[in-house]
């Protein structure tokens, strides 16, 4: 427990009482679920330990994981019901043993890419989107075809690299989450229940996939070093 808890910034620390506070405010005044407030929280604690490189990323994550495909489920978003229940959970399991060896001194090893896996990342991310977003265009009560394929996919890419231990991932975080908020802000629109409090959690993610970024960047510097 100290080895999940300790050594963290007063920034990190920060973010995540604020975002805390600002989901029980959701759950409040829109009368929001419980099951969309844990939701809401273990996924802020999933990815302020995933920039942290800390393991226990992956305990919340399975949770949240979880639980986030059952409200797609409820919202029409298949995709992301396929992406979480048939790729994030066995992923979860992968990661945490993937990340457990290898660290050095209790500290993951990070890990950034060439310019030319940078490319071919790109190319994969935008080829993806486009074919999934046909075939879902085909699915009986499949809302936002488009989004939802270009936020499977990223997250898809996204995942594969932060079990790699690639900064990388944190890049296609920043756009998975623009994305997402933009998916969530259509469903809002169109009455979702549950909508508000998910653009709060992934605008969270936002946030945090730019310090993701930085914190990542560092580490990959001191590993090369």
Excluded at 80 to 98: A, C, S, T
Excluded at 178 to 191: K, M, N, S
Excluded at 198 to 221: P, T
């Amino acid at each position: 427990m100290n080895k999940t808890w300790g050594g963290w910034t007063f920034f990190e620390m920060a973010w995540l009482v604020l975002f805390t506070l600002v989901a029980v405010g959701f759950t409040v005044s829109s009368h929001d679920t419980f099951l969309g407030f844990t939701v809401f929280i273990t996924g802020v604690l999933c990815v302020v330990l995933a920039a942290k490189g800390n393991l226990m990323s992956y305990v919340f994550g399975m949770y949240n994981t979880v639980g986030y495909a059952y409200l797609a489920y409820v919202n029409g978003l298949f995709g992301e019901v396929m992406l979480n229940l048939l790729f994030f959970v066995p992923m979860n399991v992968v990661g945490y043993y993937m990340w457990k060896n290898n660290r050095h001194d209790g500290k993951l090893s990070m890990r950034r890419m060439e310019l030319k896996g940078v490319l071919l990342v790109a190319g994969i991310c935008a080829i993806g989107s486009l074919l999934l977003g046909i075939g879902l265009s085909f699915v009986p009560g499949q809302n936002s075809p488009y989004i939802d394929a270009t936020t499977t996919v990223l997250s898809i890419v996204a995942t594969w690299l932060m079990v790699k231990r690639f900064k990388e991932q944190w890049l296609v975080y920043i756009v998975l989450n623009l994305f997402t908020v933009l998916l969530w802000v259509i469903r809002t629109l169109e009455g979702s229940a549950e909508g508000l409090l998910m653009i709060v959690m992934w605008s969270a993610y936002l946030v945090n996939a730019v310090y993701g970024y930085y914190n990542w960047s560092k580490g990959a510097r001191e590993v090369a070093l």
